[in-house]
């Protein structure tokens, strides 16, 4: 009797011990949720200042951003197909990429350049020109960059080299044409660039306390942190934000006037 009374006291010590053990990790985890709220809290801030701060420096600065983020996810979207074992027996293959990129950009942005500053590049002896035959050039310049993909072909490499090729095309499609109407926007007036910016600044922010007080339900696989009552929460407060800040706009015409300048 006396061995099982031992026996199951030290059951009970165990059970006691493994419950205080759980109840301090559950106090620890929850102090590095709350630190780690409070940490992207700040960072959040200074963030939209810096975001502030920097369109406040006018329409060229802010093309200027845009552009740079544009280079720096097609650099990483075309890292994604990258199979740098066949790259090296594949000379001037990145070159390529890049020569495709800056194919693009001279004819958007040229485009863009045109129809904006008409008046200055139309009466200057230099950009007349380029301007009057810039589709023509633009056109040569894609041309160049097809004969230097045919003629860089290599037996046994078609399939992968095809595949590049249609993956920088998309790519291109997806992320630079998508880059070069944000710039006309701009060009429109920097509120066309702010209020899809500030949706989704509103998305994200939202999406990450939804999920942080009431998140449960894993949303996908890649982002397992996402939850699927943070993605419902975030959308309905996105709307809100955007059915409130149409609606300051149009009550407020004057500055939205003054922003669209």
């Known amino acids: 009797m006396t061995k099982r009374k031992k026996e199951k006291g030290g059951n009970n010590d165990n059970e006691l011990s ?5 109840v301090e990790k559950g106090i620890e985890a929850n102090k590095k949720k709350w630190k780690n ?4 809290t ?3 801030f200074v963030m ?5 701060a920097f369109l406040s ?7 200027i951003l845009v552009v740079i983020i544009q280079t720096l996810v097609y650099k990483e979207v075309i890292a994604l197909a990258h199979v740098p074992s066949k790259e090296k027996k594949l000379p001037w293959f990145k070159t390529l990429n890049w020569y495709f990129l800056g194919v693009t950009n001279y004819f958007l942005y040229g485009e863009s350049i045109i129809y904006y500053f008409k008046k200055a590049v139309l009466v200057d002896a230099f950009l007349l020109p380029l301007a009057t035959h810039h589709r023509f050039i633009s056109f ?9 993909f045919v003629a860089n072909l290599k037996k046994g490499h078609y399939k992968f080299q095809f595949t590049q090729f249609a993956w920088t095309h998309m790519t291109l499609l997806i992320v630079v044409c998508q880059s070069h109407f944000i710039v006309n926007n701009i060009f429109e007036g920097l509120i066309w660039f702010l209020l899809p910016v500030s949706l989704v600044i509103c998305n994200d922010i939202f ?4 999920g942080f007080f009431w998140g449960k339900t894993p949303l996908i696989k890649l982002s397992p942190k996402k939850t699927r009552e943070g993605f419902v929460g975030a959308w309905i407060c996105t709307v809100i934000f955007g059915f409130f800040v149409s609606m300051g706009f149009i009550i ?3 500055e939205l006037h003054d922003l669209s300048c």
Do not use: K, P, Q
């Open 48 to 52: 939209i200042g810096g975001f502030f």
């Open 18 to 22: 493994n419950h205080n053990d759980g």
């Open 140 to 148: 040569t310049l894609y041309c160049i960059g097809f004969v230097l």
């Open 57 to 63: 420096t006018g329409h060229s600065f802010v093309v």
């Open 252 to 254: 407020n015409e004057m």
């Open 207 to 210: 999406a990450y306390i939804c």
């Open 37 to 40: 709220m409070a940490v992207r």
């Open 42 to 44: 700040l960072w959040t």
